[in-house]
């Protein structure tokens, strides 16, 4: 191993711990020294898809391509990045290259299923990861993806027993307590440990499991995020509530994800929990948030929020600009309130609607705990209407009425072809008839919105 084959592992050893921008000087460094290393340029391309920076990502894997054509990891690296900057068939064409090169690519076939997925082609999609699976049928993030694709498609028997392989990923972590996870058996009598596995949004969702699971006669602690504390222990039915950056110590006779909960509770499309609401504002809140919003016979309040968690993998197919509610606010009598928090907030400062944003106070949820405030601010509103983000999941727990703009391929609890949950009764569901196509989804959204407003 020469001299920059050498750096360029060390480059490597710090990418992988996540340090993106020293490992990018370290890749420029040498091609400071060798701008001919085709794969210099490519690592440095990873560096930069690493930092969301796709098109100078693109550029470099091009660059790699120019000195090595039949490269296929930086055919497959330039599909990927291409994906994100919305050059779906030039993607498509790279990883067809990349497998005609290397036709046994577990990574290009991956590549390529997730390409259709998100474009909306499921089944096509599907043909790929299992392609994929006939090289590596251990392969634990292709189980999963696939678990993702039939509950989207409404076949929660199929996609639970896919699904289960997520845990093999790596990216998620059980509970520590040395318990034996639950397998479904009979909990009467006993006690579970009910943990957070995912984000803030699924743990909205899910909760509902330890009212069915204490139906049954089980002892229920549910182990949430901090932040979801206050919210969660001033719902009923949940059983105990705690923070999970505090290990629990008290006997239990076993534990189960959220998720794991809802799969061994056998939920499919006929047997979802639709009972809402499972949380609640607190009645000094709703006081108090009333006293703030007092309602108005000649105004429309509508609570808006786009942008979810940045550094959720679908991301860019699920969170919007702010200006698509430009058009709503030219809508009489309607007044459209932020619920956006940190994340997506930097947008407000270009709001060219035809009337001002309300913007909350800047101390919302601080005090009381995530989502506290808001819950009660969303009982002093008409409506909420919101991009997938935990502000969905918040207002279906509330039973509040509440407008969802969904991608073209959304996350599996949405389903497909319906505008209705079955999860959330007051929701209601708009989605794009193609893949990036925010515009149309808004054109329903104000087509549908001044008769509410009329018969408010």
């Known amino acids: 191993m020469n001299r920059h084959e050498q750096t360029l592992s060390r480059g490597w050893q710090i990418h992988q711990q996540k340090d993106f921008r020293q490992a990018e000087q370290i890749y420029r460094g040498v091609l400071s020294e060798e701008p001919l290393s085709g794969n210099a340029w490519c690592y440095l391309g990873i560096a930069l898809h690493d930092q969301r920076r796709y098109e100078e990502a693109v ?128 909990l009467a009598g006993k ?68 998720l794991d909960a809802a799969d061994l509770l056998k939920i499919n499309a006929e047997s979802i929990p639709d009972q809402v609401p499972y949380l609640r504002a607190t009645p000094q809140l709703k006081q108090y948030w009333q006293q703030r919003f007092p309602p108005s016979p000649c105004t429309f309040r509508i609570g808006i929020a786009w ?19 430009e058009r709503l606010a030219e809508i009489p009598n309607v007044e459209l309130v932020s619920l956006q928090r940190g994340a997506g907030t930097e947008q407000i400062s270009h ?51 509440a407008w969802i703009a969904l991608g073209y391929t959304p996350d599996w609890r949405w389903l497909l072809e319906r505008d209705d949950s079955p999860w959330y009764p007051s929701l209601r569901l708009f989605r794009q008839p193609k893949i990036g196509d925010w515009s149309s989804v808004f054109e329903q959204i104000a087509a549908a919105l001044p008769e509410l407003v009329l018969n408010n």
């Open 59 to 186: 550029a470099a894997y091009r660059q790699a391509l120019e000195l090595q054509p039949h490269f296929p990891i930086a055919l497959n690296n330039l599909g990927n990045s291409l994906r994100y900057i919305d050059q779906y068939d030039e993607a498509d064409r790279c990883f067809e290259r990349a497998l005609e090169l290397k036709p046994d690519y577990l990574n290009a076939y991956k590549n390529r299923g997730t390409l259709h997925v998100w474009t909306g082609n499921l089944d096509l999609g599907q043909t790929y990861y299992e392609k994929a699976l006939a090289i590596n049928p251990q392969e634990a993030e292709l189980h999963r993806n696939l678990g993702v694709i039939y509950l989207l498609k409404g076949d929660f028997e199929k996609g639970w027993q896919e699904y289960r392989w997520r845990w093999r990923v790596g990216d998620l972590h059980r509970s520590q307590l040395n318990v034996p996870v639950w397998d479904g058996s009979d």
């Open 191 to 258: 006690s579970i440990l009910l943990t957070a596995e995912q984000g803030l949004g699924d743990t909205l969702h899910f909760v509902r499991m330890a009212k069915l699971l204490r139906a049954r006669g089980a002892t229920t602690i549910v182990h949430c995020q901090a932040p979801l504390l206050a919210l969660l222990q001033s719902a009923d039915g949940l059983g105990t509530v705690f923070p999970n950056n505090i290990p629990w110590q008290q006997p239990v006779d076993c534990q189960c994800s959220l």
């Open 307 to 325: 942008q979810g968690n940045p550094d959720h993998q679908a991301d860019a197919y699920r969170s919007l600009p702010l200006n698509c509610f």
């Open 351 to 401: 709001w060219n609607g035809a009337r001002p944003l309300t913007l909350l106070p800047a101390d919302v949820d601080q005090s009381s705990g995530a989502f506290m405030d808001t819950a009660a601010i969303m009982h002093t509103l008409d409506l909420v209407i919101t991009s997938d983000t935990a502000i969905a999941h918040l207002a279906g727990a509330l039973g509040i009425r």
